[in-house]
């Protein structure tokens, strides 16, 4: 009366296309049936898993692994969700046995790479990847892992390579042209990412990503009409992306907004993350020299800095700066993978992936230095988040900022000076007033202030500020 | 009709032959009882009722004669007299079941509801295991609207009779009804996880997800009912329904088949096809459809109006309005054939403003005007305007290439956008729209009445209709008034609407030139340039050099659809072709994907002298390859007299000019206005020799063409028609002309 084989194909069907709601009745027939016991739970933990009910979704294959344990869509399964809930050793496991159930199947030796990339074995998992690549060469999404990984080792012509390969040898494929764009820009190849968006714009395959790497990339080699058309483009092809409506703003398409998206910043920072120590380095940055001597000063004055929030904490360039404190150095940052960095350094207590304002308003601890080093640019108006942190400081503690500075050309008389400005990199730039009038709304004073180059390269000279605010006595 | 209205009828149990127990009976009485109904089926009424009557007189003790004289009365509808049998029957018989439900039935049908309820409450005493009682007394309660009531019985009438879907469908309609939509929706989740075999509780619940308009979670537990249970053709039905509402018109086909199938006396579900099979482009398909459903149901107006649309866009105009001609005298004061008569019409040769306007004015009287006055809201002439845009085709369509840019560069402090009618899909267009949208109210109540009251009650200060009389328009809601600024803008803007209720329409001096004011019955809204924006596809090809230059033979292109192109200018084509003996001729539409259709044209052009060789058909393809195939033509030949609208600006973006001849009516005049936008005045022509004669002069400027193709696009790109900040300038400032003349005049 029922027919069985037709009710699993279509929910095998739903499940690949994301139609969770369709297959969960379907699946729940067939198990109503009697059918085999194993698909049925190999299908009720997938659609599990997909509703985010992922410790449900383990038990269940936990459970049928228990009476079938070389199940090997089982075990792959497991071996997926333990990615997702970041457990690589489980995922490992399970991948590994996967491997040893059959050698010869490109998904578990793929998955066996992911996870052991997550467990820091980058070697390896290129290993297991270039073998999942040759198993099946047709799968795009192994080209881009392998890139991933390139990445991850610091081999970025080796991951540009690999995706320029992977392009031309499935030139429909959206998702590997985003990847090479992407990595591209991530690689600061800015040339690179024009050649290849423009490839994509030619081909009629351009998707938002590729047309805002692409105006990412204008923007930095100075070509500013063209970044302003491709964020443009990027617009209309992603109408609701935080970010890009943010990038439109920073061209003048769009009214800015008082901050930048916090989207817009994690994206920012991850694309940067790969190479922002290589070239703070080589361009000189100058800011942890400075806390430094800010730290020594606090010091001096009879009192040992006990704890220190770093917001917007990146790699930890600040942190590897410093001595450890008593209650030690919590750590602050919207990118993944600048904490990721943050994390090898050891320099962290606390590190949380978290926006600073957010932080701030939530967590209710005081500290004794409070610090901002690339925040407030990515904030148009500053006195709600230097608001938040003064009622974080503890008595006595004091808040170091840096910002862009912003120098008005406009004559006092004729034009009403601008607090801040959105730039077309996406930073905003403060006037030294503003910073002024807005600490002093925030209850702080600046103690001391001092103009100078702190950014990395670009065209930026002698336009940054660093301010040490104390609490104003009351 | 709803589910409620068709309760009435079918909630009686149609007792084939006298069945009630006989202990007592004369065998002969029942024997004739039993003749007698036998009579009455085979159409001797007058015979069958004098025998019953005469047996209730034999036996004034016996009931059932006198039920049957009552049933045979309201089979005939004499509600009045079935209700008199009705109750005689009852007389003899307090506790009789059936009567009690043809008492309750009669009295329901006649509005006596209260009457009908207290019936129906004694039978659900006396036989409380009759799901058949519950049921009606849900229909009698919900049409005195006690919902909670109505939804109470519902649930009795499911408890008895759990394999009744039409009962578990009433029962989601009354728990929306009475406001317990939620509960009733636990319920059913729960029900089904618990049973995953009941398709009855699984429809349920795919309709009532439908009905909350969560349409996706509908669709997918619908689907997955119709997977279940293949031979079940309720939830292949909803699931047509739900598919279609969300334009996912594919599927929708392929579950109305699989319910055909299933229910295949049923007429009207292959007239839904039918109109599913016209929005798939199938025009060939939905005529033989249509065709064979008028032969066997009639002339009914629905379907002459279906034939009429598939006959205009495979290219035969003349009977295309024929059919819609014949639905005018079919149903006069229907408003349906006459707006499918404006939609031939506009495509009919030598159509004239006149004609079109009148058509309008017929049209728009045939709709409900009344109503409501104008709505007068804060006069404030200077404040933020709430403006409404009224359309099914908010997505990738001409409205959205031709109205977005220009939406998405109005000042958003100054106005305020509010979508209306489009449903929530994928679609990257829909996304821009959603994107400026401060609100956004996917699907309007079927009820038109309903649904103007809920536009109005969005107060809006302007309405604009993007969508006229197209397929699921929305234009005839202006009617009921639903903002007190309304304007006639992009969507089937084939000429005036001529209806009272719209304010504005907008156009440009190209449109709606000096002299030709008069055909409209709104006031002109001028724009500045051009009337739309045209927002060109980041995927566009780029241009491709002159063909002629490598094939040394002119290609002329259109790749307008089959329903402009008529008899008429086939045979200004040919006339073309024979004066340029070395051209060829390039078509491209969808509906020559159809072996048919294109065999049709060719012969078309055979007849007129061309050979086939010189006529090259190409079906539909994706976007970007049809753009990228204007890399084959070397100028395009508008249609005439609907001329290209959305095909010319591509055309243009593509680097090909359009040679068009330009008529009275607005859709006449589409590529002249596009033209004209961006410096081309030149391409214009007013008959039909001078377009011929510039035809066949253009075709011998190669060089010409060559350098007017290779800096095209720049010259579009920088010209109004595609300068969004400027064009928004422009319609900013009608919009608020608009709205100031409405302030004025309610305060003067």
Same mark, same amino acid.
Not at chain 1, 231 to 260: M, N, W, Y
Not at chain 2, 371 to 392: E, H, Y
């Given at each position: 009366?029922?027919?069985?084989p037709?009710?699993?194909s279509?929910?095998? %069907?739903?499940? $690949?296309?994301?139609?969770a ?20 739970a190999e =299908? ?11 410790a449900?979704?383990?038990l269940?294959i936990?459970?049928?692994?228990r ?5 090997l ?24 046995a996967?491997?040893?159930a059959?050698?010869a199947n490109? $998904?578990?030796?793929?998955l066996?790479?992911l996870?052991? =990339? ?8 290129l290993?297991?990847l270039?073998?999942?690549?040759s198993?099946?060469?047709?799968k ?7 890139a991933e990984i390139?990445m ?9 390579a ?16 985003a990847?090479?764009? %992407?990595t591209?820009l ?47 483009e990027?617009?209309?092809?992603a ?7 943010h990038?439109?703003?920073?061209v ?6 008082d ?5 817009f910043? #994690?994206?920012t920072?991850?694309t940067?993350?790969?190479r922002?120590?290589q %070239? ?9 020299? =400075?806390?430094?001597?800010h ?5 001096d004055?009879?009192r040992?800095v006990?704890? =220190? ?9 600040l942190?590897a ?11 602050i940052?919207?990118?993944?993978r ?10 962290y ?5 978290e926006?600073a304002?957010g932080?701030v308003?939530?967590? #209710?601890?005081?500290w ?8 407030l ?7 709600a988040?230097?608001?938040g ?37 996406g ?5 030294g007033f503003y ?12 103690g001391?202030?001092?103009r ?11 336009d940054s ?7 104003i006595a009351? | 009709?709803? @589910? ?13 032959c ?8 004369d ?7 039993n003749?007698?109904?036998? @009579? ?6 007058h015979?069958?009722?004098?025998e019953m009557q ?5 036996d ?11 049933d045979?009365h309201r089979?005939?509808g004499?509600?009045s007299?079935a ?19 043809g008492?309750?039935?009669?009295q ?14 004694r039978?659900c ?7 058949a009682a519950?049921?009606?007394l ?12 109505a ?5 009795r009438?499911?408890?008895l009779a ?6 578990a469908?009433?029962?989601v309609?009354a ?22 075999l009941d398709i ?28 279940i249970a ?8 909803e699931?047509?329904n739900a ?7 594919k ?10 199938a ?6 009207l579900?292959?007239?839904n096809?039918?109109? !599913? ?7 060939h398909?939905a005529?033989r459809e !249509?065709?064979?459903?008028?032969a066997?149901?009639g002339e009914r ?9 598939a ?8 009977a ?11 149903a ?7 707006r ?14 006149q ?7 017929r ?13 007068? @809201?804060? &006069? ?5 305007l ?17 109205t977005?840019?220009g939406f998405?560069?109005l000042?958003p402090r ?5 979508? !209306?009618g489009t ?6 267009m829909?996304?821009r729209?959603?994107?400026i949208a401060?609100?956004?109210h996917?699907?309007p109540d ?12 969005l107060n809006?200060d ?9 397929? @699921? ?21 084939n000429?005036?609407t ?7 329409f907008?156009a440009?001096?190209w449109e ?6 008069? *055909? *409209?019955s709104?006031?002109?809204l001028h724009?500045p340039?051009g009337y739309?924006c045209?927002?060109?596809?980041s ?8 063909p ?5 033979f ?8 089959l ?15 024979r004066?340029?003996p ?14 048919f259709?294109?065999?049709a ?5 055979e007849?007129?002298?061309i050979?086939?060789?010189r006529?090259e058909?190409r ?11 204007y890399?084959d ?6 249609p ?5 609208? &959305? ?7 593509m680097g090909?000019?359009?040679?068009t ?5 607005f ?6 206005s596009?033209?004209s936008n961006v410096?081309l005045?030149?391409?214009?022509t007013t008959d039909r ?6 035809a066949?002069?253009r075709?011998?400027?190669?060089h010409?063409l060559?350098? &007017?193709r290779?800096?095209?696009r720049s010259?579009?790109?920088?010209s109004p028609l595609?300068?969004?900040?400027r064009?928004?300038?422009? &319609?900013?400032?009608?919009?608020r002309?608009?709205w ?9």
């Amino acid at each position: 009366m029922y027919d069985e084989p037709h009710i699993l194909s279509k929910a095998r %069907e739903f499940i $690949r296309s994301n139609r969770a709601s369709a297959a969960r009745p379907l699946v729940d027939a067939l198990d109503q049936l009697g059918f085999d016991p194993l698909v049925v739970a190999e =299908l009720d933990a997938t659609l599990l898993s997909k509703s985010g009910r992922r410790a449900e979704a383990k038990l269940r294959i936990d459970e049928a692994l228990r009476s079938a344990p070389a199940d090997l869509a089982l075990l792959l399964l497991r071996a997926e969700l333990s990615l997702d809930m970041g457990d690589a050793n489980c995922a490992a496991a399970s991948a590994a046995a996967g491997v040893v159930a059959s050698p010869a199947n490109a $998904r578990a030796n793929a998955l066996l790479g992911l996870a052991l =990339l997550r467990l820091g074995h980058a070697a390896d998992a290129l290993v297991c990847l270039t073998k999942a690549r040759s198993l099946d060469p047709a799968k795009p999404a192994f080209h881009q892992t392998i890139a991933e990984i390139h990445m991850a080792m610091g081999g970025f012509a080796e991951a540009q390579a690999t995706l320029a390969a992977a392009v031309a040898r499935f030139p429909e494929a959206h998702s590997l042209r985003a990847a090479a764009t %992407e990595t591209s820009l991530r690689c600061g190849n800015y040339p690179g990412v024009v050649e290849l968006a423009s490839a994509a714009c030619a081909a009629g395959i351009a998707g938002a990503s590729v047309f805002s790497a692409l105006g990412r990339a204008h923007t930095r080699l100075g070509r500013n009409g063209q970044a302003a058309e491709a964020f443009a483009e990027a617009l209309k092809l992603a109408p609701c992306d935080a970010s890009i409506q943010h990038l439109c703003a920073s061209v003048g398409l769009r009214t800015a907004p008082d901050r930048a998206p916090p989207a817009f910043v #994690e994206t920012t920072f991850d694309t940067l993350a790969d190479r922002y120590d290589q %070239e703070a380095i080589a361009t000189g940055y100058r800011l942890p020299e =400075l806390f430094r001597t800010h730290l020594r000063d606090f010091a001096d004055r009879g009192r040992p800095v006990q704890n =220190l929030l770093d917001l917007g904490c990146g790699t930890g360039l600040l942190a590897a700066a410093t001595g450890p404190f008593d209650q030690g150095i919590t750590g602050i940052d919207l990118s993944a993978r600048m904490l990721g960095r943050a994390a090898k350094t050891g320099a962290y207590a606390e590190l949380w992936h978290e926006d600073a304002a957010g932080f701030v308003l939530r967590d #209710e601890r005081q500290w004794d230095v409070i610090v901002m080093s690339d925040v407030l640019p990515y904030f148009g108006d500053i006195a709600a988040i230097l608001q938040g942190a003064a009622r974080r400081l503890s008595p006595g503690g004091s808040l170091v900022v840096a910002l862009d500075e912003l120098v008005s050309n406009a004559e006092p008389d004729r034009m009403a000076p601008r607090s801040w400005h959105l730039e077309r990199d996406g930073r905003y730039r403060h006037a030294g007033f503003y910073l002024s009038m807005a600490a002093a709304h925030a209850g702080l004073q600046i103690g001391s202030s001092e103009r100078l180059d702190l950014r990395m390269g670009r065209d930026r000279t002698g336009d940054s500020r660093v301010a040490i605010l104390t609490r104003i006595a009351s | 009709m709803t @589910r409620q209205s068709r309760n009435v009828s079918f909630a009686l149990r149609n007792i084939e032959c006298f069945d009630t127990p006989t202990a007592a009976r004369d065998s002969t009485l029942m024997s004739r009882l039993n003749l007698a109904i036998e @009579r009455q089926k085979a159409g001797h009424v007058h015979e069958a009722r004098l025998e019953m009557q005469a047996l209730a007189q034999a036996d004034k003790g016996w009931d059932e004669p006198v039920f049957r004289l009552a049933d045979s009365h309201r089979a005939e509808g004499d509600d009045s007299r079935a209700g008199e049998r009705y109750r005689d029957c009852l007389m003899r018989n307090p506790r009789h079941h059936d009567a009690l439900l043809g008492l309750a039935a009669t009295q329901l049908r006649i509005g006596n509801i209260l009457a009908a309820q207290t019936t129906l409450l004694r039978c659900c005493r006396l036989h409380r295991a009759s799901s058949a009682a519950w049921d009606l007394l849900g229909l009698a309660f919900g049409s005195s609207q006690d919902c909670a009531e109505a939804e109470r019985a519902y649930s009795r009438a499911q408890a008895l009779a759990p394999q009744d879907m039409a009962i578990a469908l009433r029962r989601v309609d009354a728990a929306i009804a009475a406001g317990t939509a939620d509960t009733e929706l636990i319920r059913l989740e729960q029900a089904t996880e618990a049973d995953a075999l009941d398709i009855v509780l699984l429809t349920a619940r795919g309709v009532l997800l439908d009905r909350l308009g969560r349409r996706d979670e509908a669709i997918d537990i619908l689907e997955a009912a119709s997977i279940i249970a293949p031979a079940a053709s309720q939830p292949a039905l909803e699931l047509a329904n739900a598919l279609l509402h969300v334009d996912r018109n594919k599927e929708a086909e392929r579950a109305l088949t699989a319910a055909i199938a299933l229910l295949p006396d049923q007429w009207l579900l292959r007239n839904n096809r039918a109109v !599913i099979l016209l929005r798939l482009l199938r025009y060939h398909d939905a005529r033989r459809e !249509i065709e064979d459903l008028i032969a066997t149901q009639g002339e009914r107006v629905g379907l002459l109006c279906n034939l009429a649309t598939a006959l205009t866009a495979l290219g035969e105009q003349d009977a295309g309005l024929a059919a819609a001609t014949r639905a005018t005298e079919v149903a006069p004061d229907q408003h349906l054939p006459w707006r499918t008569v404006i939609n031939s019409l506009a495509y009919t040769p030598g159509v004239t403003a006149q004609a079109m306007l009148d058509a309008g004015r017929r049209a728009a009287a045939a709709l409900r005007h009344e109503g409501k006055a104008p709505l007068v @809201r804060d &006069l404030d002439r200077n404040r933020r305007l709430r403006i409404g845009l009224l359309s099914t085709q908010l997505k990738t369509h001409p409205v959205g290439w031709l109205t977005l840019a220009g939406f998405e560069h109005l000042d958003p402090r100054a106005f305020e956008l509010i979508c !209306i009618g489009t449903p929530e899909t994928g679609d990257p267009m829909s996304k821009r729209f959603r994107a400026i949208a401060s609100e956004w109210h996917p699907t309007p109540d079927p009820d038109p009445e309903r649904a103007a009251a809920e536009i109005r009650d969005l107060n809006l200060d302007i309405l604009i209709d993007l969508s006229g009389y197209g397929d @699921r328009g929305l234009m005839a809601l202006c009617a009921f008034r639903c903002a007190p600024v309304q304007i006639k803008w992009v969507g089937m803007q084939n000429h005036s609407t001529g209806m009272p209720e719209i304010d504005w329409f907008i156009a440009d001096r190209w449109e709606v030139p000096v002299g030709l004011e008069a *055909y *409209y019955s709104e006031r002109l809204l001028h724009l500045p340039d051009g009337y739309v924006c045209y927002s060109p596809p980041s995927y566009a090809p780029t241009v491709a050099p002159l063909p002629a230059l490598r094939n040394g033979f002119v290609t002329f292109g259109c790749f307008n659809n089959l329903s402009k192109i008529t008899p008429a200018v086939i045979a200004t084509w040919s006339e073309i072709l024979r004066r340029v003996p070395d051209a060829r001729l390039l078509l491209k539409t969808h509906q020559f994907g159809d072996p048919f259709t294109a065999g049709a044209l060719h012969q078309a052009f055979e007849s007129a002298g061309i050979a086939r060789s010189r006529i090259e058909l190409r079906g539909g393809s994706p976007h970007r390859a049809l753009l990228a195939e204007y890399g084959d033509v070397d100028f395009v030949l508008d249609p005439f007299p609907y001329t290209g609208g &959305l095909t010319t600006c591509e055309a243009l973006w593509m680097g090909v000019p359009t040679l068009t001849l330009a008529g009275e009516t607005f859709s006449s005049r589409h590529a002249a206005s596009h033209l004209s936008n961006v410096g081309l005045p030149d391409w214009i022509t007013t008959d039909r020799a001078s377009y011929c004669d510039e035809a066949v002069r253009r075709s011998s400027g190669i060089h010409a063409l060559a350098a &007017l193709r290779n800096g095209l696009r720049s010259r579009v790109k920088d010209s109004p028609l595609c300068d969004a900040p400027r064009f928004a300038a422009g &319609l900013s400032d009608a919009f608020r002309r608009a709205w100031r003349d409405h302030c004025s005049s309610h305060t003067s």
